[in-house]
C-alpha cells in the first residue's frame, strides 16, 4: 500500500538522497523527519534474496544521533535505560531500550561509547534529543546534547565484509560484531559499526561530514561491483523473518520493554536506578498480559500492513499483526503481532483477518522465524 | 514534487483517513508520525480559489494535543515558552513559541488553557511531549502528561460560519477569534475553536473520541453541501501569502522567534523565567542576523521547492527559500526565506535560483503578502 508523499525541507533530505533518485528509488517512509529509501528493486521479494546472497548499500541517514557529552553523559543514559551500561566499554555499541515513568518505550536506540564522557544514541523514529534535553534541563545535568552532522551509510550481506576490506583494508575484519573502530576516508576518520537492521550481516558507517556523502556512495558502489551491489533499504520479509522490531509499528509508548521480549535487557534487581524502574518492577511482579510473537498463515501473499489486522483465536481478538509479508523462503505468510498471553505458546491456532478481507488459518511462530 | 509513501502502522492512520481516501486522497505528509492530506483538488490552484471563495474540511489530526495536568501545569507551561500566559483565561487559545536553553525553536503550538491546572498544546512537528515530560521528570514537577484521543476536524473558508450555524447552532457565532467554547455532538461535549491554519477564517473541531470521526465528517459534509464544501488541506499558496510559518520549513530549532518574526510573543524584560531567557535577551540586545521575510519573483509558475532554494544579492547568498509557489492572484511567484540583516528591507532585488535551473529575478517583501 502507497500514495503519494509530498516533499517539502521539513522532510530533510540526505547526504545520498540525490544517489538513491540517480538509481531509481520508487518510494520512501519518513523517520525522524527524513526520508528513508523504502524500494528500489522490482519486488520487495526480488530485493530479500539479493540482500541474502549478495551485499546492498542503505542510506540509513534516518537512523540520527543523539550526542550525549560530558561530566553527567554516562549518569543521563544509565538513568534514561533499564539495561545496565556501566560495564561498557569504549567501542562498545549496545541496543538500549528507553522507557518512560511508566515503562512505557520512548525509543530502542543503539548506543555508541565514544569515550567515557562521550557518547551517541542511534535513534528509532521519535525525538529522543528533546527527551534527552527536558531531562537534563529539568535536573540540571551537566551534559551537551545535539544531533551531529552523521548520516549511516549501511552495507549489508554476505558480501559485506569482501567489499568493505577492499575500500578501508584487512583491518575492518577485526571487528566484532556490536563493537566499532575508526578507518581513514578522504583525510577524515570515521566510525565504522559491525552491525544493521538485517541478519545477513554487515557493517554501517557513521559518516561525520555530509558533504562526504556522495563520494563515499560512490566509493562504496566501485569496491562491491564485484560483488554484484545493488541500492537496497531494510528489507520488509527479512526483518520479519529475523524477528527485528521496529518502533511506532510492532510496539509503541503503549508497551513496556517485557512486552517487547527485552527482558534480557532489564536489570530490575535495584542495583541500577533508572526512570521506570518501579513500574517495570511491577510489571514483572504482577507478569505481563501479552508479548510479541511471530505469526505464520496461510493463503495467496497477503497485501501489505498499512494498517493493523486483527488475529483471533476462539471468536475472540488476541493480537494485531502490525508488520506481515510473504516469504518465498517458508513459503507461506509471515507476520509479528503482541499476542494474549493465554494464546501466546508456540503452535497455537489463530485467524487472522488481513486487510482483503480474507480470513487465513494460522498460528504462533517463535521469533526469529526458523 | 512527489514520490511514493510506504504505509506502515508506525506512520498513523487518523479518524478521518478512510474518509480522505473515499474523496480520492492524491498525496499525503508525515506530521507528529500521522498522515496529512497534502492534495485533493485537480490543483493546488483550484484548491486556492475554493478556499478563498467557500469552505473546506481538513484533516488535521496531525496538530497532536500534549495535554498537561496538575497543580504544576501552569509553571511547567510558562518554563517551556517566553511567551507571558499568566494573563490567559480559560476559554483562550495563545500561539505560544517554545525555546530551547539556547533560544532555539522547539515547537510553535497553539496552547489551549481548559482549566486553571488544565492545558492542551496544539503542536507543530515534533515531539513536545517528550520534551515536556523530559522537563517535567526532571525537575519533579507535579504533573500529569499524555496524549489524549484529540483529532482536530478544521472547518475553513468564508462560509465556515453559516456552515457550522447549520451544525452546532447559532451561538457558534459568540466564539471570538482565537477563543473555543463546547458543543454537543452526539451526546458528547467538544471542543470548538474559532482558528485554523489559513487566513479564510474558520473553526476546529478537537474530537475527543475517535469513534466519532466518520460521523463528525459526515455531520460537517452534509452541513457544507449547501455551500459547495469540498475536501481540502492546508494550501501551500494560501499559507505562504498569508504569512503562515511551517515549523521544519521555513524554521527549526537552529532558528530564534526573534529571526522568525515572533518577538510580540517574547517576554524578554525579566517578568517572566523560562528556559532560553539569558540566551534570547543576549540575542535581542546583540541584534539579530536574519530575519523571515517574504519574496515576490519572476518567470513562468515555480516548481514545487522540495529542497531549499538560493537568494543571492550582489553575488552573494543572502537567504534560502523554503517554501514557494505560484500566486494567481498576484501572478508573481511567492516565496518565504530567512534572509541576511543588510539585505532584508522591503524592495531590495534579489536573485532566486529555482531548481528548474532558472536565475529569477525578485525582491523582498513584507509577510504577508498583499
Same mark, same amino acid.
Do not use: T
Given at each position: 500500500m502507497s500514495s503519494g508523499l509530498n516533499m517539502s525541507r521539513r522532510i530533510r533530505r540526505t547526504p545520498y538522497t540525490d544517489k538513491v533518485e540517480e538509481h531509481g528509488v520508487r518510494g520512501f517512509?519518513?523517520?525522524?523527519?527524513?526520508?528513508? =529509501?523504502?524500494?528500489?528493486?522490482?519486488? %520487495?521479494?526480488?530485493?530479500?534474496?539479493?540482500?541474502?546472497?549478495? %551485499?546492498? $548499500?542503505?542510506?540509513?541517514s534516518t537512523q540520527r544521533q543523539v550526542e550525549i557529552r560530558g561530566t553527567d553523559a554516562a549518569r543521563l543514559i544509565q538513568w534514561m535505560t533499564p539495561r545496565d551500561i556501566s560495564w561498557a566499554e569504549v567501542g562498545d555499541c549496545l541496543y538500549v531500550p528507553l522507557v518512560d515513568e511508566r515503562g512505557g518505550m520512548i525509543n530502542d536506540p543503539v548506543l555508541l561509547k565514544l569515550a567515557d564522557d562521550h557518547f551517541w544514541l542511534s535513534i528509532a523514529d521519535s525525538d529522543v534529543l528533546l527527551w534527552a534535553k527536558g531531562l537534563a534541563i529539568g535536573s540540571g545535568m551537566d551534559v551537551? $546534547?545535539?544531533?551531529?552532522?552523521?548520516? =549511516?551509510?549501511?552495507?549489508?550481506?554476505?558480501?559485506?565484509?569482501?567489499? &568493505? %576490506?577492499?575500500?578501508?583494508?584487512?583491518t575492518i575484519r577485526t571487528i566484532g560484531f556490536f563493537k566499532f573502530a575508526w578507518f581513514e576516508f578522504h583525510g577524515t576518520q570515521q566510525l565504522i559499526a559491525r552491525s544493521g537492521y538485517s541478519k545477513q550481516g554487515g557493517f554501517e558507517i557513521y559518516l561525520n561530514d555530509s558533504a562526504l556523502g556522495p563520494a563515499l556512495w560512490d566509493a562504496v558502489w566501485k569496491a562491491g561491483e564485484e560483488f554484484n551491489i545493488t541500492p537496497g533499504c531494510p528489507n520488509l520479509i527479512e526483518r520479519i523473518e529475523g524477528g527485528l522490531l521496529s518502533y511506532g509499528n510492532e510496539f509503541t509508548r503503549q508497551n513496556n520493554p517485557l512486552e517487547c521480549g527485552l527482558e534480557k535487557y532489564c536489570q530490575l534487581d535495584g542495583t541500577i536506578t533508572c526512570i521506570g524502574l518501579e513500574a517495570l518492577q511491577k510489571i514483572q511482579k504482577n507478569g505481563i498480559t501479552q508479548q510479541i510473537r511471530g505469526v505464520l498463515f496461510d493463503g495467496a501473499p497477503c497485501p501489505a500492513c498499512g494498517k493493523p489486522w486483527l488475529v483471533t483465536a476462539e471468536g475472540k481478538q488476541i493480537g494485531q499483526i502490525t508488520s506481515a509479508a510473504y516469504s518465498p523462503r517458508l513459503k507461506r505468510n509471515v507476520g509479528q503481532s &503482541? $499476542?494474549?498471553?493465554?494464546?501466546w505458546s508456540v503452535g497455537q491456532k489463530v485467524t487472522v483477518h488481513s486487510s482483503d478481507g480474507i480470513e487465513r488459518n494460522g498460528e504462533i511462530s517463535a521469533l526469529p522465524f526458523n
Open positions: 517512509s519518513v523517520v525522524n523527519h527524513m526520508l528513508l =529509501p523504502k524500494a528500489f528493486q522490482p519486488s %520487495v521479494e526480488e530485493d530479500y534474496w539479493h540482500l541474502r546472497e549478495h %551485499v546492498q $548499500i542503505w542510506d540509513v551537551l $546534547i545535539d544531533e551531529p552532522d552523521v548520516s =549511516p551509510l549501511a552495507v549489508q550481506g554476505p558480501k559485506a565484509v569482501n567489499l &568493505m %576490506v577492499n575500500l578501508f583494508g584487512d &503482541m $499476542i494474549a498471553r493465554d494464546y
